[in-house]
């Protein structure tokens, strides 16, 4: 199982970047396909899921109104797309799969992307 992620990049404030994570090796069918980050010094963070049959989303309440996450089945992708961007988004940024019952628990999520590093300078 291989999750690739893509799409980080240095950035100004209020600029925008798409997280691209290509998904493989297995079907995802019930599976929870999710974005974490990790900034400078802090532990890894859920931003945002989606179930990658049901389409049901969750996104975090701090970048709600600015970030969406979207899927598309037919090439095996999950997106983050990140608008108005600020510098506390700066982190690496990972797609993760898993049966997770709780969006938020790292734990539950047995797959893992690289990670690809977003900086948004000020």
């Known amino acids: 199982v291989q999750l690739q992620a893509s799409g980080g990049g240095l950035v100004e404030a209020g600029d925008s970047l798409k997280l691209s994570c290509v998904v493989s090796?297995?079907?995802?069918?019930?599976?929870?396909m999710a974005w974490f980050r990790q900034a400078p010094g802090k532990e890894r963070r859920f931003v945002a899921g989606m179930g990658w049959t049901s389409g049901n989303s969750n996104i975090i309440n701090s970048v709600k109104d600015r970030f969406t996450i979207s899927r598309d089945r037919a090439k095996n992708t999950v997106y983050l797309q990140m608008k108005s961007l600020k510098p506390e988004d700066t982190a690496v940024y990972y797609c993760a799969a898993g049966r997770a019952r709780d969006w938020d628990v790292e734990s539950q999520y047995v797959y893992w992307g690289q990670g690809t590093l977003v900086t948004v300078s000020s």
């Open positions: 090796g297995r079907t995802f069918t019930g599976y929870i």
